[in-house]
């Protein structure tokens, strides 16, 4: 099955723009994502039950700022595999000229110069989300210290409000652009949906 379309075929119209950039989807996404983040480490809080005296004495053990580095270290490579994972995905299914890019508030990867069709477009979509929730659940029930189980469960907490735009995407064409000819334009930070013109 072809995967893509180097320009937009003709009987296509624009059905619906995401845009990261545009302030007001950024700071709704932002929000969203905070949320989202906020509630994964309340449900993971009661899951883990940190009490105080445990942290401390995880803590003292062998330094928090260890833990600290790892942590952050964890996060900025997470942010690179994440992007990275879009754009293996696109790569696999497009083999065309990839985008990477990072501001204060997203990083992205797009495949900008063609028309990916519905399943590809999905597939490259999802593929951090799907590929990541498993690894950092996994974490906070094998990671023997409490302080670590915590700082996995901020992890993920943010990967998944992280998510909130490939989540919203992918939700949107599987309840309303369900049309497999139904095609996207993702130069990273902004994608555009166009569906067939005699659709709807
Ligand atoms: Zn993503």
Not at 4 to 16: C, D, F, I, T
Not at 110 to 125: C, D, E, F, L, T
Not at 144 to 153: E, I, M, R
């Amino acid at each position: 099955m072809k995967h893509y379309e180097l320009e937009l075929p003709q009987g296509y119209k624009e059905a619906k723009v995401i845009d990261a950039k545009d302030s007001k989807v950024g700071l709704v996404m932002t929000l969203v994502s905070f949320l989202i983040t906020a509630a994964i480490v309340t449900v993971a809080c009661f899951i883990i039950k940190p009490t105080w005296e445990q942290l401390g004495k995880d803590v003292s053990t062998d330094g928090f700022i260890w833990h600290m580095l790892v942590f952050l270290v964890t996060m900025v490579g997470y942010i690179v595999l994440h992007e990275l994972t879009h754009g293996v995905a696109y790569k696999l299914l497009t083999k065309q000229k990839l985008t990477f890019g990072l501001t204060l508030t997203v990083a992205y990867c797009g495949v900008p110069n063609i028309y990916v069709y519905r399943k590809a477009s999905i597939i490259s979509m999802i593929a951090p989300f799907v590929v990541f929730l498993p690894v950092f659940t996994v974490l906070i029930f094998v990671l023997p210290l409490t302080v670590d189980k915590l700082l996995a469960a901020y992890m993920l907490g943010m990967h998944v409000g992280g998510c909130c735009g490939d989540l919203y995407g992918t939700i949107l064409y599987l309840f309303k652009y369900k049309n497999p000819k139904t095609l996207m334009r993702d130069t990273g930070p902004k994608q555009t949906f166009y569906v067939p013109v005699d659709e709807q």
